[in-house]
């Protein structure tokens, strides 16, 4: 069985910092980019960063570049997404969702499958 499991939120002040891990099973994890994506109370989902099959390739929203970092770790079958001065607009439900390509960008259609959220709060 296909399976993302997204864990690692929580509730941190702004400027804290907070690291998301996405964990993969049930399929060929150095196969597939993996990307993470939020959603915002009555806002859209929006990708958020990106990374290749290889950990080579990144992608950042404007939003967040310069705060968060995106890695892979495939011995560990895992991605994390470290999120650094963190600011109460960040708050957010946050997806990771696998693509079977090389590399995918930040749009929801060219993922396959989806891990269930995990909360970020942000307090100011």
């Known amino acids: 069985e296909v399976q993302l499991q997204a864990s690692g939120g929580g509730l941190v002040q702004a400027g804290g910092s907070l690291r998301l891990s996405c964990a993969a099973s049930?399929?060929?994890?150095?196969?597939?980019?993996i990307g993470w994506f939020r959603q915002a109370p009555g806002k859209e989902r929006e990708g958020v960063s990106c990374?290749?099959?290889?950990?080579?390739?990144?992608y950042y929203a404007d939003s967040v570049e310069g705060r968060f970092t995106i890695s892979r770790d495939i011995a560990k079958n895992t991605v994390y997404l470290q999120m650094n001065s963190l600011k109460p607009e960040d708050t957010a439900v946050y997806y990771c969702a696998g693509a079977g390509a090389q590399y995918s960008g930040p749009m929801e259609e060219e993922y396959d499958f989806w891990g269930q959220g995990t909360q970020v709060t942000v307090s100011s």
């Open positions: 990374v290749s099959s290889s950990g080579g390739s990144t």
């Open positions: 049930g399929f060929t994890f150095d196969g597939y980019s």
